[in-house]
């Protein structure tokens, strides 16, 4: 054979081999580009009789299809919150000057009637408890001759009864302060907030608020011990594994809904692969990226046994998502059941009789605790500087803390069919079911989310 067709098909053998050499690196590093965030993201979750599996298949075919569809009703998009309240933990506190951090609020006609306080009464259940409201007054004129000190006593002790069954801090919504806010028209999504403004949020609610594991690493505080036993009861574990959930599950819409570029002709939003990485990647977080996605699933199945507990709620003929659009009313109504009953269907439910349930005085003394230290979380939401990351922190505290206040009032929901409209056993307002559907919603999306970032990291080319 001629040297120069020897050299010829040494020098192509070369080539093929380096190209396959460079195939196979890619693929691996791309592989490990997904198993770094997602290695430990399979199998059965801590404390829970289920596994992510179940959760991603039954999440992403059931219930996120149904829950968009109802949370882009007029009941639902539009949210009555009060952006103005001052932070009650420090006084330097700025606003944020980044024109995305903006929230635009509704205009008087925007806002459909039947959502307006003022026209209340106007709708199906308001007139029945008018009548029940007409009746206790002529059987109770004695309340005519109360002094209004009495009075103000005995709505007080009313505001102090209702607050005592929440988990959160809601709103005013009588204040002049609180607006009507189009959730679609102000979508969450990345802002550029970030760096010491944010992150004296988050280390407020971790290092102050919250039951943390001495194994959990914190950048915000190096120096912490690492003694690598976690020592908390199920309780301080489970109120933990919530906050890293949330906080998991707003990181992952940041990276999916990020402003990849910004030109004169239009705004390019959508999936920051290494933004994901940043937040999520078992190298880059000392190992914590992959356990706050757990986490997300663990958030999960509290939510949706909530929306499995409410189901007789909602189901009374007495309720109504009432916005003055009556046929629009009734089907979304039929469309909220549905997906109540398809996640009561959901077959490896979260056990909640689990916590609380030791010493009955101890019991008691730790659903305190976890109680009040969930709504000092809820308040820290009015130190957020970013008015979109404001309204959707304090929309989706408000969320947990109504599915908390559910899961925990299983007695009174139960006893709702042997009370009176004017008087029940269990009550929800307008406020906490908006909050709660749609902060559901945003955990539904993270875990639909989820299954972008696998494929997007597994195509990785590094």
Not at 242 to 260: E, F, Q, T
Not at 309 to 319: A, N, Q
Not at 400 to 415: D, N, Y
Request: glycine share 4%; hydrophobic share 35%; aromatic share 10%.
């Amino acid at each position: 054979m001629p040297n120069s067709v020897h050299c010829q098909m040494t020098m192509k053998s070369f080539i093929l081999l380096a190209l396959l050499l460079s195939s196979v690196h890619k693929t691996t590093a791309a592989g490990s580009a997904a198993h770094r965030c997602f290695c430990q993201v399979t199998g059965n979750l801590d404390d829970c009789a289920c596994d992510v599996e179940t959760i991603d298949s039954f999440n992403n075919k059931e219930i996120f299809p149904k829950l968009q569809k109802l949370l882009s009703s007029d009941y639902f998009r539009f949210y009555k919150v009060n952006l103005n309240n001052p932070c009650p933990f420090w006084t330097d506190h700025s606003q944020c000057g980044l024109k995305y951090c903006a929230v635009k609020p509704c205009t008087e006609g925007e806002v459909p009637e039947g959502l307006k306080s003022s026209s209340y009464k106007y709708s199906e259940a308001a007139g029945q408890d008018i009548e029940e409201c007409e009746k206790a007054e002529k059987l109770g004129a004695v309340n005519g001759s109360l002094s209004d000190e009495t009075r103000q006593a005995l709505q007080e002790w009313k505001k102090h009864d209702d607050e005592s069954d929440r988990f959160c801090m809601l709103d005013d919504e009588d204040s002049p302060e609180s607006q009507y806010v189009d959730l679609l028209l102000n979508p969450e999504r990345f802002t550029g907030y970030r760096g010491p403004e944010a992150w004296r949020i988050w280390n407020s609610i971790y290092e102050e608020n919250c039951f943390k594991p001495y194994s959990v690493k914190r950048p915000l505080n190096p120096l912490a011990s690492n003694s690598g036993d976690d020592g908390l009861c199920v309780e301080k574990r489970a109120f933990f594994r919530l906050i890293s959930g949330l906080h998991a599950s707003i990181n992952i819409h940041l990276s999916a809904r990020y402003l990849l570029d910004e030109n004169w002709f239009e705004l390019k939003w959508g999936h920051n692969v290494s933004e994901f990485q940043l937040r999520f990647d078992e190298e880059l977080t000392e190992g914590e990226g992959p356990k706050r996605l757990r986490n997300l699933y663990f958030l999960y199945l509290i939510e949706l046994r909530a929306l499995a507990k409410i189901l007789p709620y909602f189901e009374r003929p007495t309720f109504h998502l009432y916005t003055g659009q009556p046929t629009e009313d009734n089907e979304n109504k039929n469309l909220l059941l549905e997906l109540l009953h398809v996640a009561k269907s959901f077959p490896l439910h979260f056990d909640e009789t689990a916590l609380f349930a030791g010493n009955k005085k101890e019991a008691m003394k730790l659903k305190e605790d976890f109680k009040l230290t969930f709504k000092n979380i809820s308040r820290i939401m009015d130190c957020v500087e970013c008015f979109k990351c404001r309204l959707w922190g304090k929309l989706q505290t408000q969320g947990l803390g109504t599915a908390l206040k559910i899961l925990f009032s299983e007695r009174q929901i139960e006893a709702m069919p042997n009370t009176s409209n004017t008087n029940p056993s269990f009550q929800l307002s307008r406020q906490e079911i908006v909050s709660l559907f749609n902060a559901f919603g945003r955990i539904s999306t993270s875990v639909r989310e989820l299954e972008n970032f696998r494929s997007l990291l597994s195509n990785l080319k590094q």
